[in-house]
């Protein structure tokens, strides 16, 4: 829905702030929209754009110049393996950021991208979502905000894949509340796929992220959560990547489609679906216990 106060009437029609039109288009976020803008490296149909909060009809053409696309092409995302003991963003409560394992010396060496190491690759560098403390696997920083708005904007579809450890019982109508039918905070949960990996562990593919949103879903039903890893950001897999190293997404890498994996097609399970490795037990119900 179009915010009132982003649009004007003109004529028989609607204008719209350049800002928000790159942003929705891909272009950049809002944020560096400004600041190009600021900086006269935007153009609507060829002319550039002057003004801050300048209107045009949507269906004009917006261009970036070359000095901007190169500051683009420059820009990088990294990945890490985040151990459990380190939060997302800013130290709090006496841990510290996961960002403090980006150096030099913690790189993996990917032998796929040799791109060299600059320093000026911290800079602006900010996680695009979150794992818990508690939680291990994936985690993305990136300088880019066409990336962040990706994966964690507003319209975001991004799925991201977790292995999670259980104890308890859990029967179908529980894993079937699982898939769909829960509520955090007094709002309904979007639609997850949630099946049984092996055993004693869950496999939940989520599209939205709220806090602490699988541990509470999972006592909701009776289980408790004894280890959580994420696996898959969209199509980028969490693969052999060490806990505690990162590397940088590479040009062939992109987070939307999930259809193709690491060049594999990618076929989820059915929500619900029967586990692979046993059958539940009977009387409908199924207990996840943790390894020692």
């Excluded at 179908?172 to 562990?201: C, T």
């Amino acid at each position: 829905m179009t915010d009132p106060q982003e649009t004007a009437a003109a004529g028989d029609g609607l204008k719209v702030r350049v800002s928000k039109l790159m942003s929705e288009r891909g272009i950049c976020s809002r944020r560096e929209a400004d600041e190009y803008i600021e900086r006269g490296l935007v153009f609507v149909d060829g002319v550039r754009v002057e003004e801050l909060g300048a209107r045009i009809d949507p269906a004009q053409v917006i261009t970036l110049a070359q000095a901007a696309r190169a500051e683009q092409a420059g820009r990088v995302t990294i990945l890490l393996h985040k151990p459990v003991g380190y939060v997302s963003g800013q130290a709090e409560d006496g841990y510290q950021p996961a960002s403090v394992l980006i150096s030099a010396t913690t790189r993996w060496a990917d032998p796929r991208y040799a791109l060299a190491f600059a320093p000026a690759h911290l800079r602006g560098l900010a996680p695009a979502g979150r794992l818990d403390i508690d939680s291990t696997g994936l985690i993305v920083f990136t300088q880019d905000g066409r990336v962040a708005k990706e994966l964690v904007g507003e319209d975001s579809r991004i799925e991201k894949e977790y292995l999670v450890r259980v104890e308890g019982r859990l029967s179908r109508e529980g894993l079937a509340l699982l898939n769909f039918g829960l509520a955090l905070d007094g709002e309904p949960l979007k639609p997850a796929k949630v099946s049984w990996q092996n055993e004693d562990q869950l496999r939940f593919v989520l599209r939205q992220g709220k806090k602490r949103q699988i541990r509470r879903m999972c006592e909701l039903v009776g289980l408790r959560v004894t280890g959580l890893k994420r696996v898959r950001i969209g199509s980028v897999l969490l693969g052999s990547l060490p806990v505690g190293q990162w590397r940088y997404l590479r040009p062939d890498e992109h987070f939307g489609s999930p259809t193709k994996v690491a060049g594999h097609a990618f076929v989820p399970r059915a929500p619900g679906g029967p586990p692979r490795r046993a059958a539940p037990p009977a009387g409908g119900a199924r207990s996840g216990k943790a390894r020692r």
